[in-house]
């Protein structure tokens, strides 16, 4: 069998820059001398059947264009398998690619590590509802940011960012703490009212606002953030140091790392990598190394020397 780069393409990912992303890294390949095989699905169900064929033909490495919605979509199939990932970031927030050092509006770049990247096991957070199980790549949010992410999704009007800025200030109205209850790794439950619990393997969410600022995505743990009942008023005055990453520090936000965590409320809301998952109860395990991702050398040196 010829050896070859199967590229899996989610042509409407980041409002059609998944279409493009795609045409460029292809034709880089391909002028590379590379064999490419692509494979373009409609929807998500069609992504998913595509990368079960093009896993199925052995490729060595497999290109994904598209965004973190997209690679988080299939990743119990390429966590499976014992090919490679590239990801050609092509979504909205591309917090994966953020987090990876990979190259983001470059796609002839991101696809160049098809060739001359460099392998990087990284963990793979899941959590578990009472509707099943579902992996994620980035941050799951329950509470505050989690509420908005569902406002967000389930308002039809207006579009783009003014649509989660709408939802948003709805939440900010309906502002209240959740009476969340918090088990992490076996210790006993205990009450932990709050704004927001965000569980994370790696830093940012929302295409850059890093809430687990300093996660590492290859350490085998997760960041867990508490931050506590806050008001209106006290929660705007933190966003300007969670944009910045600096809001550990604050007494109103809790930082530790642990492996596992269970998280439940009344009314809560469950979400990772931007899709609801579940409600009222969940419970959230690292997967250590459980998916290989290529990133530039350069990358891996600065790792080192951390």
């Not at 994966?96 to 060739?115: C, F, I, M, S, T």
Request: with cysteine; charged share 20%.
């Amino acid at each position: 069998m010829v050896e070859h780069i199967a590229v899996l393409v989610n042509p409407f990912s980041g409002k059609g820059r998944g279409g493009r992303a795609a045409e460029l890294a292809v034709g880089h390949l391909r002028g590379r001398g590379a064999e490419v095989r692509v494979y373009a699905g409609t929807s998500a169900a069609d992504t998913a059947r595509l990368a079960v064929a093009a896993l199925a033909d052995d490729p060595r490495a497999l290109v994904v264009v598209g965004g973190d919605g997209t690679l988080s979509g299939v990743l119990d199939t390429l966590c499976a398998a014992a090919v490679p990932v590239v990801l050609v970031p092509a979504g909205t927030g591309n917090d994966l690619a953020r987090a990876l050092g990979l190259p983001r509006g470059d796609a002839v770049g991101a696809a160049e590590l098809a060739l001359t990247g460099v392998p990087r096991p990284i963990d793979i957070g899941e959590v578990r509802t009472a509707v099943g199980k579902r992996k994620f790549l980035t941050i799951a949010a329950f509470g505050f940011d989690a509420k908005v992410s569902d406002r967000t999704n389930r308002l039809r009007w207006p579009h783009g960012a003014p649509r989660y800025y709408l939802a948003l200030l709805i939440e900010l109205v309906r502002l209240h703490a959740m009476d969340f209850r918090l088990a992490v790794d076996g210790e006993p439950p205990r009450r932990a009212p709050g704004t927001l619990i965000a569980v994370g393997s790696t830093s940012s969410y929302g295409g850059g606002m890093p809430i687990c600022a300093g996660a590492v995505p290859d350490d085998g743990l997760l960041d867990i953030v508490h931050v506590a009942p806050l008001g209106r008023r006290r929660l705007l005055r933190l966003f300007p140091l969670l944009l910045r990453g600096a809001h550990l520090s604050r007494p109103e936000v809790a930082h530790r790392r642990a492996r596992t965590v269970t998280v439940s409320a009344p009314g809560l809301v469950v979400y990772a990598d931007g899709e609801r998952l579940g409600e009222d109860e969940c419970a959230v395990t690292v997967l250590p190394a459980a998916l290989t991702v290529m990133v530039p050398s350069s990358t891996m040196e600065s790792e080192r020397t951390r």
